[in-house]
């Protein structure tokens, strides 16, 4: 302790710019905490409709997205309505009911999340939900904007 | 060899860099971050059909027929309606017990239930306005039971109670049905 003591007396005295580095780390450990890295790729276009009364999703990790809308074709070209889940498009809807099975048995509370095009017609949607009824994905949202909300 | 080494160990190590490398990752994320809620309409889906179990029976008068078609025209049990008038007919309906006690709504908002049925070719955003009306008129009911029950909001009170307990939620029960939509045209 002592010597500790002397250290400090013979040095001049300065701003202790050695925490600074804990603080930073601190701070980036909370931004990667945070962050969740956009882990799909889009392949449909989902511009989303809005709603006044809608609610939030606190616990992300437990949410699984179904993305539904036109195909981006590239070139600004738009084709037909498709079916995304994670990273692939979906050509047979009844894959959606093992799809989504599995990702249950994995989070008991799932709630799978419907991103949908707001010019998608509901023939489609109901179909998924035909499928996520059979799965036992019973928890659903529909995830809109808020109403008065930019767009995003 | 060793005694290089041991000279080398009093050497500080440099740590002036370290905060900088900390710096470039902590923009980096702070870049990369994206600090925005999913919001959205959350609704509970029924069960999967028993094809061995009837449907239980419902009485005529506790069941709201909402239709909507491809042009975004409403019917109400039968009767053209507005988008802007739904709420209100949602709320005579379900809470029929406690306002007009019309003898053609329903008998007591836990059985009444709203069934909202499209076409194939209807948009989804018409069909979500409709559903956010249906919702907010029962937000509107459940606020001012717990307004009247408790002297708080709904979403204060939802918020102190576990979801078990929520008498507002047992008392208007939220019974949305979507029926299969029509093939249309």
């Known amino acids: 302790m002592s010597k500790f003591q002397k250290k400090q007396a013979g040095t001049k005295q300065q701003v202790p710019t050695a925490a600074m580095p804990d603080i930073i780390f601190m701070l980036l450990i909370f931004f ?67 799809l989504m099975y599995d990702k249950l048995m994995e989070e008991p509370r799932l709630i799978v999340s419907l991103r949908v095009d707001q010019r998608s017609e509901m023939g489609v949607v109901y179909d998924v939900q035909e499928e996520l009824r059979e799965a036992g994905t019973l928890r659903i949202n529909y995830s809109t904007l808020r109403g008065d909300q930019a767009p995003m | 060899m060793l005694q290089k080494k041991r000279k080398r160990e009093e050497a500080e190590v440099p740590q002036a860099g370290m905060a900088d490398i900390a710096f470039l990752l902590l923009i980096f994320f702070l870049v990369v971050t994206t600090i925005d809620v999913d919001t959205g309409i959350g609704m509970q889906l029924p069960p999967p059909p028993d094809p061995d179990q009837e449907p239980p029976p419902i009485r005529e008068r506790n069941l709201m027929n909402i239709l909507v078609n491809a042009q975004g025209l409403i019917l109400i049990n039968e009767e053209p309606a507005s988008i802007q008038e739904v709420e209100q007919l949602v709320t005579d309906f379900v809470d029929n017990a406690n306002r007009a006690q019309d003898p053609n709504l329903s008998e007591d908002p836990r059985s009444a239930i709203v069934s ?70």
């Open chain 1, 32 to 98: 990667m905490v945070v962050t969740v890295l956009r882990e799909v790729e889009l392949q449909v276009r989902v511009d989303f409709t809005r709603a006044d009364n809608i609610e939030k999703i606190e616990q992300k990790r437990l949410v699984s997205y179904i993305y539904i809308g036109p195909e981006i074709l590239g070139g600004g070209q738009y084709g037909d309505t498709r079916i995304q889940i994670d990273d692939a498009l979906i050509d047979d809807v009844y894959a959606i009911r093992r």
């Open chain 2, 116 to 185: 909202i049925k499209t076409d194939r070719q209807t948009p989804y955003e018409i069909y979500i306005d409709m559903l956010d009306e249906v919702i907010g008129a029962y937000r509107q009911l459940r606020n001012e039971a717990s307004q009247s029950e408790f002297g708080i909001s709904y979403r204060e009170y939802r918020n102190r109670v576990p979801r078990e307990d929520d008498v507002i939620r047992e008392l208007y029960p939220q019974n949305i049905s979507l029926a299969e939509p029509d093939p249309g045209s």
